[in-house]
Nanobody
Framework: VQLQASGGGLAQAGGSLRLSCVVS????????IGWFRQAPGKEREGVTC????????YYADSVKGRFAIPRDIAKNTMYLQMNSLKPEDTAVYYC???????????????WGRGTLVTVSS
């Protein structure tokens, strides 16, 4: 299993960025998958997750209404669409997959390398 994240960079507050995570080793509609982030000096936190079926999602309160987690099953690629960015969104973002269809009370099994997002004020 491999997860390859990309798309990080510099954005201004109020702007948008889209991260991509290409997955190999399993089909996206089989396992839950999500995005996590770690800001400087802080612990890693969950940002958003989606079940394998796509029926359920989770969003951290800090990103609700601003971030989305679309998937392209044909391309086996997950995205993190980030809108209305804030300086506090600055962090290294990681995509991660579970080994169950649900993320409820589960921990990710596989992690991709992080991609840095910097939001300037």
């Amino acid at each position: 299993v491999q997860l390859q994240a990309s798309g990080g960079g510099l954005a201004q507050a109020g702007g948008s960025l889209r991260l991509s995570c290409v997955v190999s080793g399993f089909s996206l509609d089989r396992y839950a998958i999500g995005w996590f982030r770690q800001a400087p000096g802080k612990e890693r936190e969950g940002v958003t997750c989606i079940t394998g079926t796509g029926a359920s999602t989770y969003y951290a309160d800090s990103v609700k209404g601003r971030f989305a987690i679309p998937r392209d099953i044909a391309k086996n690629t997950m995205y993190l669409q980030m809108n209305s960015l804030k300086p506090e969104d600055t962090a290294v973002y990681y995509c991660a997959s579970y080994i169950s269809t649900s993320f409820y009370r589960q921990m990710p099994k596989y992690w991709g390398r992080g991609t840095l997002v910097t939001v300037s004020s």
